[in-house]
C-alpha cells in the first residue's frame, strides 16, 4: 500500500502531492503526510524542487480546507446546524461547541491542520455551520497549512531515508495526542457536570 | 443517559490514547534498532533517490540501469525495469550487490 502510494510520487510528483493534500481535508484516509515527507526526501535527492513541493502540498491543502468551509456554510450545513440546536438532545452541546469556536476558533483551526490533524476536516464544517467569519478562517487555515507543509517537507528533505519508519512513528505519536486531547476536553466537561449536579 | 454516553467515549477515547502511544513506541524502538541495518531497496526508489540513500557513485549506478552518463530521469526502479522487459528484483539484487560490495570496502 504504503508503496504503491510512493511509487506514485515518483512517477507522478506534485500532482499526486497536491492532490494526497485536498482528498484529506475531506477526511479521506489519505497517508498525505507521508506523500509530503516523500516530496522531501525527492527534492533532497534532486528529482523535485523543494519550493514546488511545499507550495503543491500547500496549495491542496488549503482549497482543500477552503472547500469543506465554504461547502457547511453556502450548501446547507448552516441549515443543518440550526435545526440540530433547536433539538433538546443536542442543542445545549452544539451551542457550547459554537461558543468555544466564537471564542477560541482561530487557534482551534491552526492546531486542527498540524498537531491535531484528525480532527482538521470537521473543524472545518463546524467552522463554516457556524458561520466563523470567513478571514479568521482563512488567516488560522493558512498558518496551519503553512506549519503542517513545512514540517512533514522538512522531515522527509532531512530523514530522507527513512521516511517510512518516521512516517510509522509520527503518524502514532499524531494520534496519541489527537486522542489524549480528546479525552483531556471529555474529561474536563464530565468533571465540570458533575460538580455541577452536586 | 447523556452522561453516560459522554463516559462511554471518554473511556474510548483514553483506550485509544494508550493504543497509540504503544504503538508510537513500538515503531520507534523498531526504528531505532541498530541491529535492522538499512533500509532495503525497493521498486519505487529513483536512481537519484538510491544514490543518494545509499551513497553509490552515480557512474556504478548508471552502469547498471542501462542509462547513459548524463541521464538521471526521475522513474522509478519499476519503470527502469519495464521498459527492458527485466524483473525489478534483478535490478534491485545487482544495486544490493553493489551497496554490499562497497560497504565491504
Known amino acids: ?198 | 443517559m447523556r452522561r453516560k454516553a459522554m463516559l462511554a467515549v471518554f473511556v474510548i477515547a483514553a483506550g485509544l490514547t494508550v493504543f497509540f502511544i504503544t504503538r508510537a513506541i513500538f515503531f520507534a524502538v523498531f526504528w531505532m534498532d541498530p541491529e535492522r541495518g538499512l533500509h532495503p531497496v525497493e521498486p519505487w526508489m529513483t536512481p537519484r533517490y538510491i544514490g543518494r540513500t545509499y551513497d553509490l557513485p552515480r557512474a556504478d549506478l548508471q552502469e547498471i540501469l542501462h542509462l547513459t552518463p548524463g541521464e538521471t530521469p526521475r522513474v522509478p526502479l519499476e519503470k527502469l525495469a519495464q521498459q527492458r522487459g527485466i524483473p525489478v528484483e534483478d535490478l534491485i539484487a545487482e544495486i544490493e550487490a553493489l551497496i554490499a560490495a562497497r560497504a565491504s570496502k
Request: hydrophobic content about 55%; proline content about 3%; overall charge positive.
Open chain 1, 1 to 198: 500500500m504504503t508503496d504503491t502510494l510512493l511509487l506514485l510520487v515518483s512517477d507522478y510528483g506534485l500532482l499526486v502531492i497536491s492532490l494526497a493534500t485536498l482528498l484529506s481535508c475531506f477526511a479521506l484516509p489519505m497517508p498525505s503526510s507521508l506523500m509530503m515527507m516523500a516530496g522531501g526526501a525527492f527534492a533532497a535527492a534532486g528529482d523535485l524542487v523543494l519550493w514546488q513541493v511545499c507550495l503543491g502540498a500547500f496549495a491542496g491543502a488549503v482549497l482543500g480546507d477552503q472547500g469543506g468551509y465554504l461547502l457547511a456554510r453556502y450548501r446547507g450545513g448552516e441549515r443543518l446546524w440550526a435545526w440540530l440546536r433547536r433539538r433538546p438532545a443536542s442543542a445545549r452541546l452544539l451551542t457550547q461547541a459554537e461558543a468555544l469556536l466564537a471564542r477560541r476558533g482561530g487557534w482551534a483551526v491552526y492546531l486542527t491542520r498540524w498537531l491535531f490533524s484528525p480532527l482538521g476536516p470537521y473543524v472545518n464544517l463546524i467552522a463554516g455551520a457556524t458561520r466563523m467569519p470567513w478571514r479568521r478562517f482563512l488567516l488560522a487555515d493558512l498558518a496551519g497549512e503553512a506549519t503542517w507543509v513545512a514540517v512533514y517537507v522538512t522531515l522527509g528533505y532531512v530523514f530522507g531515508t527513512q521516511i517510512e519508519e518516521l512516517s510509522d512513528t509520527l503518524g502514532n505519536v499524531i494520534g496519541a495526542l489527537t486522542a489524549g486531547m480528546v479525552t483531556l476536553l471529555l474529561g474536563r466537561a464530565l468533571w465540570a457536570q458533575r460538580r455541577a449536579t452536586r
